[in-house]
C-alpha cells in the first residue's frame, strides 16, 4: 500500500490584504472628518469702530469674570446684585455689561435674566478695542 501524503493547504491572502487596506483607508479618513466637527473653535468679537458715546449720569457698570461679578466696581455676588437692581428707580438707566471671554453662558444668561425680571432693557455689551 501506498503512503498517502497531505498536502498542506495555504489559503491565497490577496484579496484578504486588499480588504485591510481599503478598511484602514476608510477609518483613517471618516475619523479625520470626526475630528474637524469637534473642534469649532469660537472667537468673541472685537470692536472695530471708535465710537466714543458720552458717560451718561445714570449709567450703571457691571462687570463678570470667570469667578467673579461686580457692580460699579465693587465685588458682589448674584443675591446682591439682584438687590441693588430693584433698588434702580430710573428703569431708563443705562447698564454697561463688561464680560470675560472666559466666561460660561448659564452666568451671563442668569444675570440677563436679572436684569430682564427688573424691567432694565438699556443694554451694552462692551468688546474689545483693536
Known sequence: MKKRTRESFVPDITPLIDVVFLLLIFFMVSTVFKKNELALMMSLPQATSDDKTSRVLNTFYIEVSRNEIAFNGKKTNLNSIEDQLRKIKNKNSYM???????????????????????????????????
Open 96 to 130: 454697561e455689561l463688561r464680560i470675560d471671554r472666559d466666561v460660561k453662558y448659564n452666568r451671563v444668561i442668569t444675570l440677563l435674566d436679572l436684569l430682564k425680571n427688573n424691567k432694565l432693557h438699556n443694554l451694552a455689551l462692551i468688546t474689545d478695542q483693536n
